[in-house]
Nanobody, 119 residues
Framework: QLVESGGGLVQPGGSLRLSCAASEFILRLYAVGWFRQAPGKEREKVSCISKTDIGTEYVDSVKGRFTISRDNVKNMVYLQMNSLKPEDTAVYYC??????????????RGQGTQVTVSS
Protein backbone atom coordinates (compact mmCIF):
# COMPACT_ATOMS: atom_id res chain seq x y z
CA GLN A 1 0.00 0.00 0.00
CA LEU A 2 2.92 2.36 0.74
CA VAL A 3 6.33 2.21 -0.93
CA GLU A 4 9.08 4.70 -0.06
CA SER A 5 12.03 5.70 -2.19
CA GLY A 6 14.59 8.47 -2.41
CA GLY A 7 16.79 7.83 0.58
CA GLY A 8 20.56 7.80 0.41
CA LEU A 9 23.80 9.32 1.60
CA VAL A 10 24.10 13.10 1.56
CA GLN A 11 26.53 15.60 3.02
CA PRO A 12 25.46 18.00 5.76
CA GLY A 13 23.63 20.94 4.23
CA GLY A 14 22.47 18.87 1.30
CA SER A 15 18.97 17.92 0.17
CA LEU A 16 16.95 14.81 -0.51
CA ARG A 17 13.39 14.23 -1.61
CA LEU A 18 11.65 11.17 -0.26
CA SER A 19 8.75 9.76 -2.22
CA CYS A 20 5.91 7.56 -1.03
CA ALA A 21 3.83 5.76 -3.62
CA ALA A 22 0.37 5.19 -2.19
CA SER A 23 -2.81 3.61 -3.42
CA GLU A 24 -5.64 5.87 -4.52
CA PHE A 25 -7.67 4.36 -1.69
CA ILE A 26 -5.21 5.57 0.92
CA LEU A 27 -4.79 9.05 -0.47
CA ARG A 28 -8.52 9.48 -0.65
CA LEU A 29 -9.31 8.31 2.89
CA TYR A 30 -6.20 8.75 5.02
CA ALA A 31 -3.89 11.40 6.39
CA VAL A 32 -0.31 10.58 5.44
CA GLY A 33 2.80 11.23 7.44
CA TRP A 34 6.46 10.41 7.85
CA PHE A 35 8.19 9.21 10.95
CA ARG A 36 11.82 8.30 11.46
CA GLN A 37 13.71 5.86 13.62
CA ALA A 38 17.38 6.19 14.38
CA PRO A 39 19.42 3.45 16.15
CA GLY A 40 19.03 3.74 19.89
CA LYS A 41 16.46 6.51 19.64
CA GLU A 42 12.72 6.60 19.98
CA ARG A 43 10.51 6.81 16.94
CA GLU A 44 9.84 10.40 15.98
CA LYS A 45 6.89 11.66 13.99
CA VAL A 46 8.41 14.09 11.49
CA SER A 47 5.59 15.44 9.39
CA CYS A 48 1.96 14.96 8.40
CA ILE A 49 -0.36 16.15 5.68
CA SER A 50 -4.05 15.99 6.33
CA LYS A 51 -6.53 13.90 4.37
CA THR A 52 -8.07 16.99 2.86
CA ASP A 53 -4.73 18.76 2.21
CA ILE A 54 -5.82 21.56 4.50
CA GLY A 55 -3.05 21.29 7.01
CA THR A 56 0.52 20.16 7.47
CA GLU A 57 2.44 19.47 10.64
CA TYR A 58 6.14 19.28 11.42
CA VAL A 59 8.19 18.38 14.42
CA ASP A 60 10.07 21.45 15.69
CA SER A 61 13.47 20.07 14.69
CA VAL A 62 12.61 20.07 10.97
CA LYS A 63 10.44 23.18 10.68
CA GLY A 64 11.72 25.48 7.96
CA ARG A 65 13.83 22.69 6.43
CA PHE A 66 11.35 19.95 5.47
CA THR A 67 8.23 20.26 3.33
CA ILE A 68 5.55 17.60 2.93
CA SER A 69 3.26 17.56 -0.08
CA ARG A 70 0.94 15.21 -1.88
CA ASP A 71 0.01 14.71 -5.54
CA ASN A 72 -3.40 13.10 -5.69
CA VAL A 73 -3.14 12.61 -9.46
CA LYS A 74 0.11 10.64 -9.28
CA ASN A 75 -0.85 9.04 -5.94
CA MET A 76 2.35 10.24 -4.34
CA VAL A 77 3.39 11.90 -1.10
CA TYR A 78 6.73 13.68 -0.91
CA LEU A 79 9.02 14.87 1.83
CA GLN A 80 11.47 17.49 0.61
CA MET A 81 14.36 17.69 3.03
CA ASN A 82 16.75 20.64 2.82
CA SER A 83 19.66 21.78 4.96
CA LEU A 84 20.11 18.24 6.22
CA LYS A 85 21.98 17.65 9.45
CA PRO A 86 23.72 14.54 10.78
CA GLU A 87 20.96 14.22 13.38
CA ASP A 88 18.46 13.69 10.54
CA THR A 89 20.09 10.31 9.91
CA ALA A 90 17.44 7.62 10.35
CA VAL A 91 15.17 5.21 8.56
CA TYR A 92 12.18 7.16 7.30
CA TYR A 93 8.78 5.51 7.08
CA CYS A 94 5.69 6.63 5.22
CA UNK A 95 2.52 6.02 7.23
CA UNK A 96 -1.22 6.38 6.76
CA UNK A 97 -3.64 7.34 9.52
CA UNK A 98 -7.39 6.65 9.47
CA UNK A 99 -8.47 10.17 10.20
CA UNK A 100 -8.19 13.75 9.14
CA UNK A 101 -4.78 14.15 10.78
CA UNK A 102 -1.92 11.90 11.91
CA UNK A 103 -3.14 11.45 15.48
CA UNK A 104 -3.09 8.06 17.11
CA UNK A 105 -1.73 4.88 15.57
CA UNK A 106 -1.05 4.46 11.89
CA UNK A 107 -2.90 1.80 9.96
CA UNK A 108 -0.41 1.36 7.11
CA ARG A 109 3.34 1.69 6.99
CA GLY A 110 5.91 1.34 4.25
CA GLN A 111 9.14 -0.64 4.43
CA GLY A 112 11.27 2.43 5.13
CA THR A 113 14.11 4.17 3.36
CA GLN A 114 17.50 4.95 4.89
CA VAL A 115 18.69 8.54 5.05
CA THR A 116 22.30 9.09 6.08
CA VAL A 117 23.73 12.57 6.52
CA SER A 118 27.48 12.46 6.81
CA SER A 119 30.61 14.04 5.42
Amino acid sequence: QLVESGGGLVQPGGSLRLSCAASEFILRLYAVGWFRQAPGKEREKVSCISKTDIGTEYVDSVKGRFTISRDNVKNMVYLQMNSLKPEDTAVYYCTAYPGVSCAGLYEYRGQGTQVTVSS
